[in-house]
């Protein structure tokens, strides 16, 4: 029988059926019957097992030659299955990873080998809009950064990076794999951390310092005396003995400024809650700085006759407005008086106003001033008997106090500090006795 395809329809439609079985089953079935009517119509038997042979013949080269034609195919329809399923697979994961990073706070990249997919706001807002798309070596550009991306595939690897957004900061990059051929990068802000630490280094070398100091003064005058007792003239013991006196209260000052500090910073979370007046308060202050009798008075205040109730702690208070009257007499003009003002600010506010009258500030040292022991003049501060803290003092008490602290001054004319605390609103006062 012949093995000539009638047309492309029926050659696809016999691959196909003899794919899906392992014989050819409606083609023999075709045969069987096919021989069974010519025996019936009177063929010979010879010939009917000749057609038979040649036909099964044919069939099995049809049949073999289908299945070469066939099986070939079929591998790569399956990978191209595969491909196209992991292709999607793929997409779904990006996705995913997309919608899950802008949910995060912290800045987070996702990354192939060549280019920045996707960041969240908070990448953006710290990097820029522009890292969307490039190339993360050039978005990154720091050696460190490099060799994190250079990483092996399957490992998790960790950065610090300086200088990543601006200098002298300090971050810390993770890059952790989440697909094959997928990276998201996470990025922390460790610059906050680093100041702590760096600035509680440079507390404890600066305390050690200011301690060290008095306390190798007073070793040695000690030992003088104690070493020349007898033979040491009256008038220079004296002398020694006040030194020694001067520096042990220098030591007592720094050592209460120092339990005062670590006081505040334990308290700093804790808004205080006390109704007390301001104007009766100050008046009290300033009258600890009443000269002798006979004497100008150094510092001048009117007190107000309308009250200004805040919340505050009275003994913090005291010792803000103590240090700034103290402050502003040390440095300012000794002939010219210190002026404390109590009045009202903008935003429902209460504002002590310190004002002296001499040499004035550099406008370069403003910025530090409440940095402790930072002094624009060492050697006439420790003179003064100042210890480095006073304004670190205050800038706590007020930031406790949910106030705002202010320092202006101009050079040769004095120095103005602000201190604005909030008053109590009239309906949530309480009525309280005179201070």
């Known amino acids: 029988m012949a093995s000539v395809w009638p047309d492309a329809g029926a050659k696809e439609w016999t691959i ?20 069974l009517l010519l025996y019936l119509d009177g063929a010979g038997l010879l010939m009917v097992a000749l057609t038979g042979a040649f036909w099964t013949f044919s069939l099995l080269a049809v049949w073999w030659w289908c299945s070469d034609q066939a099986e070939p195919d079929a591998p790569r329809e399956i990978e191209g299955n595969a491909r196209q399923q992991q ?33 969240n706001a908070a990448a953006r807002a710290a990097l820029g809009e522009h890292i969307l798309g490039q190339d993360p070596r050039i978005a990154l550009r720091h050696p460190d950064a490099i060799r994190l991306l250079d990483s092996a595939d399957d490992e998790t690897a960790t950065a610090s ?27 922390r802000d460790r610059t906050a951390e680093a100041d702590i630490s760096r600035a509680h280094t440079d507390f404890v070398a600066n305390a050690s310092h200011e301690l060290r100091t008095p306390l190798s003064s007073v070793i040695g005058y000690v030992e003088t005396i104690s070493e020349s007792v007898g033979k040491m003239d009256g008038a220079v013991m004296q002398r020694f003995l006040g030194t020694v006196l001067r520096e042990a209260r220098r030591m007592q000052a720094l050592l209460n400024d120092l339990m005062s500090l670590s ?5 700093k979370h804790d808004a205080p809650t006390s109704q007390i007046d301001l ?38 208070i005291e010792q803000v407005l103590r240090n700034l009257i103290d402050n502003a007499l040390k440095y300012g ?15 429902g506010m209460a504002e002590f106003l310190v004002t002296d009258r001499g040499a004035g500030i550099s406008a370069d040292h403003l910025p530090h001033l409440t940095r402790r022991f930072y002094r624009t003049d060492p050697g006439r501060s420790r003179a003064a008997g100042g210890t480095g803290l006073g304004l670190a003092i205050v800038k706590h008490v007020v930031e406790r106090h949910r106030g705002k602290l202010d320092i202006t001054s101009k050079v040769g004319v004095g120095t103005k500090v602000s201190v604005r605390l909030p008053l109590i609103p009239a309906k949530e006062q309480k009525v309280t006795s005179p201070s």
């Open 16 to 35: 196909r059926a003899m794919r899906d079985s392992k014989l050819p089953w409606p083609a023999i079935i075709l045969e069987f019957l096919t021989l």
């Open 87 to 119: 292709l999607e697979q793929g997409h779904m994961v990006r996705r995913a990873l997309i919608a899950a990073l802008e949910g995060t706070g912290a800045p987070m990249m996702l990354v192939d080998r060549a280019r920045i997919i996707d960041a």
């Open 161 to 187: 990076i300086r200088g990543l957004t601006r200098s002298g900061s300090l971050w810390q990059l993770t890059r952790r794999p989440v697909y094959p051929g997928l990276w998201v990068i996470e990025a």
């Open 263 to 267: 006081q505040l910073e334990a308290e």
């Open 279 to 316: 104007a009766p308060l100050a008046a009290r202050v300033v009258g600890e700085f009443a000269p002798p009798p006979g004497n100008p008075a150094r510092v001048e205040f009117v007190k107000p006759d309308e009250p200004f109730e805040v919340a505050g702690d009275v003994k913090q």
């Open 333 to 347: 003009d000794a002939d010219q008086p210190v002026t404390v003002s109590l009045t009202h600010a903008p935003r």
